[in-house]
């Protein structure tokens, strides 16, 4: 089969480990970067017409990849335009979420500062529904224009409440057959520097209290209500543990962090570890909140 044919730009054997925050993961057997909506579109129709399985990778920041890599098509998602009419921002699904803080800051727009310093993009935060400091994406969404594969492809428009949005979860992380492609986002007129001042405070904050001196791919597990991962981890004496290059964190024990070289079956068996802890010390069952691909 002459894929390249039909998607010219697709390369074979990548690693995705590169891709990630993790650095973590195999090769993927095919490898498309999409910069456009219709490229996205394009890449999705060859897999479909060549039965491959495809994966569409955001900004790799909340995602294990197995050490055998991805037998299959992986669609980087790079679609990155935006455009702010007055207190409305129109963004596409591959936005990184730090650039577009940086431009809501240039142009006096309040709401996102939680999220300066998430290292992932808008489309993937929509779809998991990111926040922090008791904040979430949610809250600024107005609408999603979403592409949903059927028997065919289509392109609709989704409402907010028709998102489903729920802690960390979203009907676009339920549904595997929809994938955000951009967003309209509202948000407030604010002085400049009363921005700039916020952004600073939770930037500062993920300094202090995360480990971002290493490769990780956030927090690993949804925080069980009433209760904080970490604390738990951190209580049944698991911060610092180690498996070959990967570590609990002794610094923020959700994360899982990679010392150099981790495999991700050494992360895998954190994983097993704390859930089987803190399950026997607490009755809790952790769930995870990253994504795993190739298992």
């Given amino acids: 089969m002459d894929i390249q044919k039909d998607l010219p730009g697709i390369k074979k054997n990548i690693r995705i480990a590169p891709y990630t925050t993790f650095k973590i993961g195999g090769p993927a057997e095919y490898f498309f970067k999409a910069k456009t909506k219709e490229d996205l579109i394009k890449a999705i129709e060859t897999a479909r017409k060549f039965k491959l399985p495809f994966f569409i990778l955001a900004g790799g920041s909340n995602l294990l990849v197995s050490d055998k ?3 299959g098509l992986v669609i980087k998602n790079q679609n990155s335009k935006i455009r702010i009419k007055d207190s409305k921002v129109i963004t596409e699904a591959g936005v990184k ?5 940086k431009v809501c800051l240039k142009k006096s727009l309040s709401g996102l500062e939680w999220s300066a310093g998430i290292p992932g993009t808008i489309g993937g935060a929509i779809r998991g529904n990111a926040g922090a400091f008791e904040k979430s994406i949610a809250e600024s969404i107005e ?12 392109i609709k428009n989704y409402e907010v409440k028709d998102c489903k949005f729920d802690y960390r979860s ?8 929809l ?6 986002i509202r948000l407030e007129k604010d002085d400049k520097s009363k921005i700039k001042e916020r952004i600073e405070r939770y930037l500062n904050y993920r300094k202090n209290k995360h480990p971002l001196e290493f490769p990780s791919a956030g927090s690993i597990f949804k925080n069980p209500k009433d209760n904080a991962a970490g604390i738990l981890i951190n209580q049944c004496g698991l911060s610092g543990f180690k498996i070959g290059q990967a570590q609990i964190s002794e610094k923020h024990s959700n994360f899982i962090i990679n010392l150099g070289g981790a495999k991700a079956e050494d992360v895998c068996q954190l994983i097993d570890l704390i859930k089987k802890k803190v399950e026997e010390k607490f009755g809790i069952e952790l769930k995870e909140e990253i994504q795993l691909l190739g298992f």
């Fill in 97 to 101: 979420l730090n650039e577009l803080v």
């Fill in 170 to 177: 979203s009907i676009f992380k339920e549904k595997k057959n």
């Fill in 143 to 154: 609408k999603i224009e979403a592409l949903e594969i059927n028997v065919r492809l289509e």
């Fill in 179 to 184: 994938i955000v492609l951009s967003a309209e």
């Fill in 69 to 71: 890599g991805f037998k």
